[in-house]
């Protein structure tokens, strides 16, 4: 039995504009229009995120401080959580600061075990930063979110869990409707795409959110 059904980015775009009207069944697009539709697809998997849509990306990873050195970039995290300290097989749970908490510290520069770390975030990306500063090399393993695979070309697999594949071809059917006008599309199938849309991304929201939630920080380590 096979359960390895998958749908490139070329199948997305193609299969929305079928489902409202723009391509007859058999028919493909242009390769301006197969560009207008990846633009949006990444845009939209990108928008996902924010609303919290990304635990099947979640993942660890380490990263190594070096003596004196207190903030590492995270390449390709989103979130970050469960960050822990770790000695040879023996690994210690450190404490979230909030930015402005770590900006209150009097003593920033002291050097010693890191207990704390807190999250920058830039455009870029997010930035670690440790409290103490390391006083000698350590390495720190961390959960995280990977942020949303880019889709560069039409034959690359889009980053999305078999069960969402049907949720996110109709959305981007929704949004790729308002591109081609009404001269394209008929109206009334894009209103009847558009709410089917919104019952499968409320099932999509639904099954990705946490089990429970942790509001506010551990000050356990706080000075």
């Not at 845009?43 to 995120?49: C, V």
């Not at 807190?118 to 393993?141: C, E, F, H, N």
Request: negative net charge.
């Amino acid at each position: 039995m096979a359960t390895t059904f998958s749908m490139t980015a070329r199948d997305m775009v193609t299969q929305a504009m079928r489902e409202i009207g723009v391509l007859a069944s058999g028919e493909n697009p242009t390769s301006e229009e197969l560009a207008d539709g990846i633009l949006r697809l990444n845009s939209m998997l990108k928008a996902y995120a924010a609303k919290g849509l990304n635990l099947w990306r979640d993942t660890d990873g380490s990263v190594d401080f070096a003596a004196g050195v207190s903030s590492m970039p995270l390449p390709g995290a989103l979130s970050v959580s469960g960050v822990r300290l770790a000695t040879g097989d023996t690994e210690r749970l450190m404490a979230q600061w909030e930015a402005d908490q770590y900006a209150s510290l009097p003593n920033k520069a002291t050097r010693a075990t890191p207990v704390a770390y807190t999250l920058i975030t830039a455009t870029s990306g997010l930035t670690m930063q440790l409290w103490p500063v390391p006083d000698k090399p350590y390495t720190v393993r961390y959960s995280y979110g990977r942020i949303t695979a880019d889709v560069v070309q039409p034959s690359d697999p889009v980053d999305v869990p078999q069960m969402f594949q049907e949720a996110v071809w109709l959305a981007l059917a929704v949004r790729l409707a308002p591109t081609f006008g009404k001269a394209r599309t008929d109206p009334q199938t894009v209103q009847l795409v558009a709410q089917r849309t919104a019952e499968l991304e409320r099932d999509m929201l639904d099954f990705d959110r946490p089990a429970s939630y942790h509001i506010g920080s551990d000050l356990d380590a706080y000075p």
